[in-house]
DNA sequence: AGCACGCCGACT
DNA sequence: GTCGGCGTGCTC
């Protein structure tokens, strides 16, 4: 009989993997997850081999157990974690600990192991015979469990009553069980609406799509995207088929959880995001895993969820930065998606009013096909009327032009509401000195200290460095301090002053950091209670106001002269996305944008509320540039103590790649040069397609991770989508 | 990433 | 005299 050994990843920064013994008794499946020594620690990671190779090594340690409280992971979540890896150059085992939720990764068995959260008399006679007659409690329960009961049943018995299922469990008279699937809530199915031309179309082209198939849903707000998607949902779970839909934030899903469940009454539905409690994740996790859940709704990480049955993908605003992880392993859930359904052979379905310039791109070159919702489902809706107030020779109010409080003061005449949408929190963004030009500055970072007038604090929105507001200007003296520019705060306030009749309502972060204050001012300004609204990008999503006639937009024009060259791209998402927040059945809603560029073609495109015409220029323009996407892209990203450590640090890189056909640019200070204390800089590399970018990306990181740069903290921002 | 070992400053 | 700073070295 010869020793097993097993190829195991771990989650550690390295391109590695890690052989091990198997003891005797220790048989793990590939894709299963397996607890071993490392080092002085105890980890836990994936088998991806096993084999009777002995490894060419000292010594071999031998692995300490194989709990099997999670399921192996299938041939495709491997495929997939498999391709992350090539793809963003990042370890095996570290992609694979993102795809697992996190209790099972920690390196012991998971409590609540069964995962049923039910438990059953293996013989009810046999339990019932051994529990004391006195006892009746536990006699009561004991013939409880002749049918399975959930932990939760057990515990209304008495508190104790768990212990005393964990001693039967222990004599084997009591096992744990899976619940009869839960007898849906009598809800009746809500009206289903009737689809328009354009929607029957796209429902017909998904439910008939075959094997891997993309699908760009371009379809302006409140066009009915969501109705299709519930449409396509119906179809694949009459097919038995499991449907995966991505959602870009927590916030978005308990809305749309309530409408799936409302037109799947019988469905077992089941939501994944970091929101989740561990053992609500995990419950949910499996349930997906062994194919009972029909639907799984999801954030970014429930991308890499395994679905035996999955039979299509939707994605909704698709564009959304949130579908790319900023932290550690950097990818984006879409692109991973789209890999997924190539793997799997399913349809792919990418929703939005402002798909992203790539996406863009697949659909013209048919890559994607691309399906279109024109007009607003509800009847006789209609699209917002999108004006541009022209600031140059206004008298400004707090930031706000004449004309805007004449639209302000019409709406709430009218007993309406209206939104102010100035995307920046705080009072103002700097606070400066006119006498000496002094500004708030942070100390650790290339950024200005904003002003948060309510607890007199000047704030570093990058660090979190604060400070109090200085009394006088720390370089002369003065004592005439002045805000420069507005945010969230100031306008509130002088909406407050200028219109003391109403009741306005502030919805930012600051405003809302209290767990639950989100939903409470949303239900406030839902029910009219508010009829002012100040938000910032939080607002702009996902949330209907059916009381809501007008939108004003202030400093709009900040995004416009970005050195970034996406910023344009997702200024017009975020302006038609908050544009899209006004106007009821029967009347167009308005939106006035205050600007000092009513000229640049930007705004034309703008106004006529065409994407399609804004995306094919944006495209032709950096077709002509050789920008993403008609070029793959990756940074290499680098921060030191000394600005000059980390560009050398980065020509040292650049040296490394100078064999491969790619383009490399000069390493450079990144746009924030300096962030809560270390430089930073940067270097672009570049290539017409991505095969050879990878290759050389691999290369890279190979090299840094097996000879660590002193003094330098490093990454690889694979297809970057900021500076 | 952790977690060791390893040599130099202000404190129970 | 020790506690502890983080430099660097290793993990099957």
């Known amino acids: 009989m010869s020793e097993r050994f097993a190829t195991v990843a771990l ?96 390196p012991r068995p998971w409590a609540g192991s069964t995962g049923t959260q039910a438990y059953v008399a293996t013989d009810a006679a ?20 002749a049918q399975p009961q959930s932990v939760a049943a057990i515990r209304q018995v008495a508190g104790d009553a768990l212990r005393w299922v964990q001693g039967w469990l222990a004599q084997g008279l009591v096992a744990p069980a899976r619940l009869p699937a839960a007898a849906a809530p009598g809800a009746m199915a809500g009206e289903i609406p009737l689809l328009n031309p354009e929607q029957q179309a796209a429902v017909a082209a998904i439910d008939a799509a075959q094997g891997f198939a993309p699908l760009l849903l371009y379809g302006i707000t409140g066009s009915g995207k969501t109705e299709v998607y519930l449409r396509t949902i119906a179809t694949a779970r009459q097919r038995g088929q499991q449907v995966l839909v991505l959602v870009p ?86 692109d991973v998606a789209v890999y997924r359904a190539r793997l799997r052979q399913v349809p792919v379905v990418l929703g939005s009013a402002t798909p992203g310039l790539e996406s863009w791109k697949n659909a013209r070159d048919a890559r994607y096909r691309l399906l279109q919702l024109r007009t607003r489902a509800v009847a006789g809706a209609r699209p917002p009327r999108i004006e541009l107030l022209p600031t140059q020779r206004q008298r400004m109010h707090d930031g706000l032009a004449e004309p805007a409080l004449q639209a302000l003061r019409e709406v709430l005449a009218a007993g309406r509401q209206a939104l102010v949408f100035v995307n920046r929190r705080g009072y103002a963004p700097v606070l400066a000195c006119h006498d000496c030009g002094w500004i708030s500055a942070c100390p650790q970072c290339s950024a200005r200290l904003v002003l948060h007038l309510a607890d007199r604090r000047l704030r570093c929105h990058h660090c979190g460095h604060e400070e109090r507001v200085p009394a006088a200007c720390p370089d002369c003296g003065n004592q005439d301090l002045k805000p420069l520019g507005q945010g969230s705060q100031r306008v509130e306030s002088a909406l407050a002053q200028l219109f003391p009749q109403a009741n306005v309502l502030r919805i930012d ?4 950091r209290r767990k639950g204050a989100l939903g409470e001012m949303l239900q406030q300004a839902h029910t009219g209670e508010a009829d002012l609204l100040v938000g910032t990008q939080m607002l702009a999503k996902g949330h209907d106001f059916p009381g809501l006639d007008l939108v004003v937009v202030l400093n709009a024009d900040n995004g416009l002269f970005s050195v970034d060259f996406r910023a344009e791209e997702r200024l017009f998402a975020q302006l038609l996305q908050v544009a899209g927040r006004a ?36 495209l032709a323009e950096r077709r002509s540039l050789a920008l993403p996407p008609y070029a793959a892209w990756a940074i290499v990203r680098a921060q030191a103590r000394e600005q000059a450590t980390a560009l050398a640090f980065l ?41 050879p970018l990878q290759v050389a990306l691999r290369h890279l990181a190979a090299t840094l991770s097996e000879n660590p740069p002193r003094g330098v903290r490093w990454l690889l921002d694979v297809d970057p989508h900021e500076f």
């Open 651 to 691: 020509r040292e890189a650049a040296a490394q790649l100078a064999g491969f056909p790619i383009q490399v640019a000069e390493p450079v200070p990144a746009a924030m040069a300096r962030k809560a204390g270390w430089e930073r800089a940067h270097v672009v590399l570049s290539a017409p397609g991505r095969a």
């Open 509 to 512: 972060r600051d405003s809302t």
């Open 11 to 106: 989650d550690v920064p390295l391109a590695r993997l890690f052989d091990y013994r198997l003891p005797p008794g220790l048989a793990p499946m590939v894709g299963q997850r397996i607890v071993v020594p490392f080092g002085k620690q105890v980890l836990s990671g994936i088998v991806v081999a096993v084999h009777a190779q002995q490894p060419a090594l000292e010594q071999v340690r031998d692995a300490l157990l194989a709990p099997s409280d999670m399921p192996a992971l299938p041939e495709d979540v491997l495929a997939l974690c498999r391709f992350c890896t090539d793809y963003y150059a990042y370890p095996f085992g570290a992609v694979l600990a993102a795809a697992v939720p996190g209790v099972f990764r920690l």
């Open 249 to 334: 934030e927590i916030n978005l899903t308990p809305q749309l959880e309530a409408r799936f469940r409302a037109r799947f009454p019988h469905e077992r539905i089941v939501s994944l995001h970091s929101g989740l409690a561990d053992g609500e994740r995990v419950r949910h996790w499996l349930a997906a895993a062994q194919g009972e859940a029909g639907v799984v709704l999801g954030t970014r990480l429930a991308i890499f969820t395994p679905l035996p049955a999955l039979g299509l993908i939707i994605i909704d605003e698709e564009h959304d930065a949130s579908y790319r992880q900023a932290e550690g392993f950097r990818y984006s859930a879409r």
């Open 126 to 145: 046999a339990l019932l015979a051994q529990v004391p007659a006195r006892a009746r409690k536990q006699r009561a329960l004991a013939q409880a469990l």
């Open 583 to 618: 106007g009821r059945a029967g009347q167009a809603g308005r939106v006035l944008i205050q600007t000092q560029y009513p000229e640049h073609p930007f705004y034309a495109a703008l106004v006529a509320g065409d994407y399609a015409a804004f995306a094919d220029a944006q």
